[in-house]
């Protein structure tokens, strides 16, 4: 009986043994990074630049391999404090940007823009102020956290080509010559040099009569896609730099009557803080509600020449907003959203002709109508596509253009978002259109034409099997291309449509 009570009373000591122990240890908790498409310890994904930005939120912290031309960032002048974009480079494809960070010093300094690059690293999401003082917007920025660079290798091996210039997306001029540049400074070589090593750098330099012989600027930019050249009309006057600095005018660089550009809530070039877009020639065009205009995700219209539409679009309390607009390759697409007249994003201008413009969750100021203003650099006028959306767990995504005989290969589709691609089509062509599941999936193939109408449609394969759309066009102009996922889950796929 005794021996009975001693376990009873050892084994009642250690169960509450136990449970101190249990209670002292911390919960785990939960993930807070978004979704990965690895396993720990797997090797990195192996993506296109298109294929990454068509679904940046796909990928957020996942190990990455990205192929493209090196596009470096242009450099940012401020006479206050600097908040600087984690990204300094980029890596374009078919005029879509993938913005990297990383390895400043050796892009900067050795290698020349348009050089093609493999990297690899993490896809990161940042968000903070990029800009100059008190100037600065709150910006949400994907870029890539490059930890190797893989090719080419070694990367001291190649040769600097020196620019003839210094591009310059943001310049607050003050009364004198002095300006203070937050960057890496480069000697200039000579034509003939070649670079094995990097160069000294300083963090802070100011510039003052004389000037130094500058090369190269590695800038903290903005995300956009530098690009030289005259300004746009109705653009203003471009500001002039100081002695024995270039300025080779980014898109939409302009000067205020004050003097003072600051550069705007997506990461664009900086404007003036007129509310009317850069490009524009001509009247407002009020095109009505976009919630009305719609017959399906997306609408096509016509923009004429040397003005800009104006489509309302209510935003209820706890709405992000995303925008897409597409047009052919001719026309270059501005793009602006305003509320109660004071711009929310500022003329954007980040993706080259053909190219989607797309605003990416820009801070609004509350519920309220809100105003998208499209317009085309030098009032062209174009056929576009236009669509938004306001929950990311269902987004409607522009992935580009896609033209006879060039098939697009290993799409990534999120979770519960539907894809548009588009062509320029005649009446009397004979389109064809294959989809090419590339797992376990079940596809739908839509298309629609200019006026948005449903033409044909197919989904009769099983999981896994392709699916084969034809048609005969009807009318002229842009067509589209839909696709969906039968039980609204990922897609990776490849697209192939013909004309004849």
Same mark, same amino acid.
């Given at each position: 009986m005794?021996?009975?009570?001693?376990i009873?009373?050892f084994?009642t000591?250690?169960?509450l043994?136990g449970c101190?122990g249990?209670?002292?240890l911390?919960?785990?908790?939960?993930?807070?990074?978004?979704?990965?498409?690895?396993?720990q310890?797997?090797g990195?994904?192996v993506?296109t630049v298109t294929?990454?930005?068509?679904?940046?939120?796909?990928?957020?912290?996942?190990?990455?391999?990205?192929?493209?031309l090196?596009? @470096?960032?242009?450099?940012?002048?401020?006479?206050?404090? $600097?908040h600087?974009?984690? %990204?300094?480079?980029?890596?374009?494809?078919?005029?879509?940007?993938?913005?990297?960070?990383?390895?400043?010093?050796q892009v900067?300094?050795? #290698?020349?823009?348009?050089l093609?690059? =493999?990297?690899?690293?993490r896809?990161?999401?940042w968000?903070?102020?990029?800009g100059?003082?008190k100037?600065?917007v709150?910006?949400?920025?994907w870029y890539?956290?490059?930890?190797?660079i893989?090719s080419p290798s070694?990367?001291?091996q190649v040769?600097?080509t020196?620019?003839?210039g210094?591009e310059i997306?943001?310049?607050?001029?003050?009364q004198d010559?002095?300006?203070?540049?937050?960057?890496?400074i480069?000697?200039?070589?000579?034509?003939?040099? =070649?670079?094995?090593?990097p160069?000294?750098?300083?963090?802070? !330099?100011?510039?003052?009569?004389?000037?130094?012989?500058?090369?190269?600027?590695?800038?903290t930019?903005?995300?956009?896609?530098p690009?030289t050249?005259t300004l746009?009309?109705?653009t203003?006057?471009?500001?002039?730099p100081p002695?024995?600095?270039t300025?080779?005018?980014?898109?939409?660089l302009t000067?205020t009557?004050?003097?003072?550009?600051s550069?705007?809530?997506s990461?664009?070039?900086p404007?003036?803080?007129?509310?009317?877009?850069s490009?524009?020639?001509?009247?407002?065009v009020? @095109?009505?509600?976009? $919630?009305?205009?719609m017959?399906?995700d997306?609408l096509i219209?016509s923009?004429?020449?040397?003005v800009?539409?104006?489509?309302?679009?209510?935003?209820?309390e706890?709405?992000?907003?995303y925008?897409?607009v597409?047009?052919?390759?001719?026309?270059?697409? *501005?793009?602006?959203?305003l509320k109660?007249?004071?711009?929310?994003v500022?003329r954007?201008?980040?993706?080259p %002709?053909g %190219?989607p413009e797309f605003?990416?969750?820009p801070? #609004?100021?509350?519920?309220?109508?809100?105003?998208?203003?499209v317009?085309?650099?030098?009032g062209?006028?174009?056929?576009?596509?236009?669509?938004f959306?306001?929950?990311?767990?269902?987004?409607?995504i522009?992935?580009?253009?896609i033209?006879?005989?060039?098939?697009?290969s290993?799409?990534?589709m999120?979770?519960?978002a539907?894809?548009?691609?588009?062509?320029?089509?005649?009446s009397?062509d004979?389109?064809?259109?294959t989809? =090419?599941p590339?797992?376990?999936?079940?596809?739908?193939?839509y298309?629609y034409g200019?006026?948005?109408?449903?033409i044909?449609? !197919?989904?009769?394969?099983?999981?896994?099997e392709?699916?084969?759309?034809?048609?005969?066009?009807e009318m002229?102009?842009?067509?589209?291309i839909? *696709?969906?996922e039968?039980?609204?889950?990922?897609l990776?796929?490849n697209l192939?449509?013909?004309i004849e």
């Amino acid at each position: 009986m005794r021996r009975t009570i001693t376990i009873i009373i050892f084994a009642t000591a250690a169960l509450l043994a136990g449970c101190r122990g249990r209670t002292a240890l911390d919960p785990t908790p939960f993930p807070t990074i978004g979704p990965t498409v690895t396993q720990q310890g797997a090797g990195p994904v192996v993506l296109t630049v298109t294929e990454l930005m068509s679904a940046p939120g796909l990928y957020r912290d996942a190990l990455i391999q990205v192929t493209g031309l090196l596009r @470096k960032q242009p450099l940012v002048v401020c006479d206050s404090d $600097y908040h600087p974009s984690p %990204a300094a480079w980029g890596l374009a494809e078919e005029g879509v940007l993938a913005l990297a960070g990383g390895f400043g010093q050796q892009v900067r300094s050795l #290698l020349p823009d348009d050089l093609t690059m =493999t990297v690899e690293g993490r896809w990161r999401r940042w968000q903070g102020l990029v800009g100059c003082g008190k100037q600065a917007v709150e910006q949400e920025v994907w870029y890539l956290e490059t930890s190797r660079i893989l090719s080419p290798s070694p990367i001291t091996q190649v040769t600097l080509t020196p620019a003839s210039g210094i591009e310059i997306v943001a310049v607050t001029p003050t009364q004198d010559l002095a300006l203070t540049l937050e960057s890496e400074i480069v000697p200039t070589p000579s034509l003939e040099e =070649t670079l094995t090593t990097p160069e000294p750098t300083t963090d802070l !330099v100011t510039l003052a009569s004389p000037t130094p012989d500058l090369s190269e600027l590695n800038p903290t930019s903005t995300p956009t896609l530098p690009t030289t050249g005259t300004l746009p009309s109705g653009t203003g006057t471009a500001l002039t730099p100081p002695p024995g600095l270039t300025v080779t005018p980014s898109l939409g660089l302009t000067s205020t009557p004050g003097g003072s550009p600051s550069p705007t809530a997506s990461g664009t070039p900086p404007t003036p803080t007129a509310t009317t877009p850069s490009g524009a020639t001509g009247q407002i065009v009020e @095109k009505g509600d976009l $919630y009305d205009e719609m017959l399906n995700d997306f609408l096509i219209t016509s923009l004429g020449g040397g003005v800009i539409d104006s489509w309302d679009l209510e935003i209820f309390e706890g709405d992000s907003l995303y925008v897409y607009v597409l047009a052919p390759n001719q026309a270059d697409i *501005i793009l602006s959203v305003l509320k109660d007249g004071q711009p929310i994003v500022n003329r954007q201008n980040t993706s080259p %002709a053909g %190219a989607p413009e797309f605003i990416n969750n820009p801070p #609004l100021s509350g519920e309220g109508t809100y105003e998208i203003q499209v317009l085309t650099v030098g009032g062209a006028s174009t056929e576009y596509a236009l669509t938004f959306y306001t929950d990311p767990e269902f987004a409607i995504i522009f992935p580009g253009i896609i033209t006879s005989g060039s098939p697009r290969s290993a799409v990534q589709m999120p979770e519960g978002a539907y894809h548009y691609w588009f062509f320029v089509g005649s009446s009397g062509d004979e389109v064809t259109m294959t989809l =090419t599941p590339l797992a376990d999936e079940d596809p739908g193939l839509y298309l629609y034409g200019p006026d948005g109408e449903d033409i044909d449609s !197919v989904d009769d394969g099983f999981e896994g099997e392709e699916e084969i759309l034809t048609a005969t066009l009807e009318m002229n102009g842009l067509h589209a291309i839909g *696709i969906e996922e039968f039980n609204s889950g990922t897609l990776q796929y490849n697209l192939e449509l013909t004309i004849e």
